[in-house]
């Protein structure tokens, strides 16, 4: 998608100030969005400023409305004799007033449902400066309606019952549980600093063409191959065990890949997370090397083969917890700092962790304890 920035009210030293910020702020609504491995560029073209979006995986119309939305959200008072200073709404009569309460007084919002109707809304959290000008707007509008103004689109018009305190507050409305997010997603980003105006749109194919995503998976299936023959030949009938257990450990993978789909923030498998999901078929059998090394000790000091798993099990638990919540913290701070490409591959490698820890401790004894109790 292309975007094209109004810089008709921005002064000629602070356009390209806006712009940025502009970007930035699109930058944190997308990756709110979820994570999909945005490529955000600005250019500036016969002197128009524009903002140019490559977004995968995400619909065409939905992206279009969380990007290109200005979010700037501000609240009106009821005044008693219009002026120059107020507006009047169709929708619910009356001349209003705008406030100094505005979105930049936001702390964060987020999605809840209605204890009554079970509906969903969006809930706002103001900050301190916030919550005191929210109560002093509240409390001089008793029994009257308070206009809620999202790009100058009156969203909601409650009537005030009494002073509101402590800076919370909620808008409900005919929000679907979708919309509701979007909503939210693009009041914690903030407002864009300019208007964006859509010059043009296309939906193409994968940027990953069919030689690039041939390659890719000749390298997840060659490295699969090479890990099983290096466990059978290493471990014998142990590494047939560990090689069932990488290969339900895949399957687990992918599965969750495909069930994120069906949720906002699905994940969308471009080359980054590729890789972190070839790298995390390889980590996935490093705690059955541990096990399988511990359980080969015991066997020497003359365990029997059951009680050796066990111990085995027992013993190796506390290199592979340590070994693992590294490598979780380690993704945690790409994810938080990182954007884009470095999110996508520390989410994928996340989720790989977690499923080889399940796959290792739980499949895999569960496995070896089938088969030595079958032997007895």
């Known amino acids: 998608m292309t975007f094209r920035a109004d810089m008709s009210n921005i002064p000629s030293g602070q356009k390209d100030s806006a712009l940025n910020s502009a970007k930035t702020v699109i930058e944190k609504r997308v990756n709110l969005f979820g994570v999909s491995e945005p490529i ?53 009569g009356g001349s209003f007033k705008k406030t100094n309460l505005t979105g930049k007084d936001l702390k964060n919002t987020n999605v809840t449902f209605d204890a009554n109707s079970g509906k ?10 916030g919550s005191r000008k929210f ?14 103004v999202l790009d100058n689109q009156v969203i909601e018009s409650p009537v005030v019952s009494q002073q509101i305190v402590g800076g919370n507050a909620v808008i409900t409305g005919k929000f679907t549980t979708q919309t509701a997010s979007a909503l939210s997603t693009e009041l914690n980003a903030g407002a864009l600093p300019v208007p964006l105006v859509s010059l043009e749109q296309h939906s193409v194919g994968p940027t990953l063409g069919k030689a690039s ?16 023959v290096f466990m059978c030949v290493l471990y014998g009938k142990l590494g047939v065990v560990a090689s069932l257990a990488l290969l339900l ?19 969308t498998l471009t080359l980054s997370g590729i890789a972190g999901f070839v790298l995390s078929i390889g980590m996935a059998v490093d705690a059955n090397i541990l096990i399988f090394e511990r359980m080969k000790e015991e066997r020497r000091l003359g365990k029997s083969p059951e009680a ?23 993704s945690f701070i790409l994810y938080q700092f990182g954007t884009g490409v470095i999110r996508g591959f520390a989410l994928v490698l996340a989720i790989g962790v977690l499923v080889s820890m399940f796959s290792a401790v739980v499949v895999t004894r569960t496995f070896l304890r089938f088969l030595y109790g079958h032997n007895r």
Do not use: H, M
């Open 120 to 129: 969903p809304q969006v809930q706002l959290v103001f900050t301190d400066d």
């Open 40 to 92: 955000i560029n600005t250019s500036v073209v016969n002197g128009d400023y524009r903002i140019v979006l490559e977004l995968p995986g995400v619909d065409i119309n939905q992206a279009k409305q969380i990007v290109g939305t200005t979010a700037e959200l501000s609240f009106w008072e009821t005044v008693a004799s219009p002026s120059a200073n107020t507006a009047s709404s169709s929708a619910i």
């Open 213 to 228: 995503l041939q390659k890719s998976l000749f390298a997840g299936i060659l490295g699969f191959v090479i890990i099983v």
């Open 249 to 267: 450990y895949t399957i687990f993978v992918l599965a969750i890949f495909k069930l994120s789909n069906l949720t906002p923030y699905g994940i």
């Open 135 to 148: 109560a002093d707007i509240t409390g001089r509008n008793i029994n009257k309606p308070l206009a809620i």
């Open 308 to 330: 050796a798993v066990e111990l085995g099990f027992k013993r190796a638990w506390s290199s592979i917890r340590d070994s693992n919540i590294s490598t979780l913290i380690t």
